[in-house]
């Protein structure tokens, strides 16, 4: 009976070798396939290897046969050549974690390892080893993987949510918005931007679509029955602008077309921050563009940043609430 139920697991057993022990540079011959089986308590014979090797194929496994140069036709062993992930794939998505400040260290090194472990025995190290984790400005909040789990429910169920928002003050301890109060939020999208994941949705509470950062909700919790408000805004909300990452920060905000005249030496800084399909319009040493962003002092202290060379055109009230910041940061403080 022991024998019969090792003989069923051969096929698992032998399909798990040579994902984890071969690829086109390492590859079993038929003996060493045996010889392991043998380990696991599972005898084989070569022609039932064979047989075993014919059905993974069926099945749909790229296992393919080394031949001998020197001997034609002579085969020295078989290896696994299509996977789902090929390494330089595999190696892309653990950068893509590695670099993300939205991803907590622990969580980082749980998700490499998962990826790691997708890889051949023979590549898991070279991937290790491409990849470091930096502890520089990466969130702390273990409780984002919940609250992103939840937020998928609600919006798959057109329920509301409810969660309280907080910021960081000069003590480096939190301060809750709106003196601890929950928000009661839709949930409409989330959406990665410049390393962090944020909530678009709509605030029952100040009647428009606004963003969160997602690492800076807690309790986030489902309120069940409450069915979902703000589709007509959310419809008119330009999502695509917001992907790009040209919202400065996702702040809310009502989203203005805002005409900039740039220093020719910024092209590729332009192009880079806004798109490829950004209209330029030249105008000798300048060039114009027209970008939708949300204003505010981060999108006003990246123009700044640019000492000069950057000017907000219009519209008129963006270009005074742009003079109006810049003037009060220059004021003397006591």
């Not at 140069?69 to 050549?81: H, N, T």
């Not at 993987?145 to 798959?156: E, G, L, N, T």
């Not at 409409?188 to 949705?201: A, F, M, Q, T």
């Not at 123009?303 to 003079?323: H, K, L, M, N, T």
Request: hydrophobic share 35%; net charge positive; charged share 30%.
């Amino acid at each position: 009976m022991a024998r019969s139920a090792n003989q069923k697991k051969k096929l698992i057993i032998l399909r798990s070798l040579l994902l984890e022990r071969t690829d086109a540079e390492h590859t079993l011959t038929v003996k060493q396939m045996i010889s392991a089986l043998a380990s696991y308590g599972i005898s084989a014979e070569r022609k039932s290897i064979y047989d075993d090797i014919a059905v993974l194929r069926e099945l749909g496994m790229d296992v393919r046969t080394r031949l001998d140069g020197s001997v034609r036709g002579r085969c020295v062993g078989y290896y696994v050549a299509g996977r789902d992930f090929e390494l330089p794939e595999l190696k892309l998505l653990a950068d893509a974690v590695s670099a993300s400040k939205f991803i907590t260290e622990k969580k980082s090194r749980e998700l490499i390892e998962k990826l790691a472990s997708l890889a051949g025995a023979n590549d898991r190290q070279s991937l290790n080893r491409a990849v470091s984790i930096s502890r520089r400005s990466r969130n702390r909040n273990e409780e984002i993987y919940k609250s992103i789990d939840v937020i998928f429910d609600s919006v798959a169920e057109d329920e509301d949510i409810s969660f309280r928002y907080f910021g960081w003050n000069a003590a480096k301890q939190k301060e809750y918005h709106r003196g601890g109060d929950y928000y009661s939020v839709s949930p409409w999208s989330l959406v990665w931007d410049d390393s962090n994941y944020y909530l678009v949705g709509y605030d029952r509470d100040s009647g428009g679509i606004r963003h969160y950062r997602v690492d800076k909700m807690e309790n986030v919790t489902r309120k069940r029955g409450e069915k979902r408000a703000g589709s007509d805004e959310f419809n008119r909300f330009d999502i695509g602008t917001a992907c790009e990452g040209s919202m400065f920060g996702m702040f809310g905000g009502k989203t203005e077309t805002v005409t900039l005249r740039c220093d020719k030496s910024l092209a590729n800084v332009m192009v880079d921050r806004f798109g490829r399909n950004i209209t330029v319009l030249n105008d000798g040493d300048t060039f114009r563009i027209h970008v939708k962003i949300v204003p505010g002092e981060t999108f006003y202290g990246w123009v700044a940043g640019f000492g000069g060379r950057v000017r907000i055109v219009s519209p008129q009230p963006v270009a005074d609430e742009y003079r109006r910041v810049i003037g009060s940061a220059l004021e003397p403080r006591n």
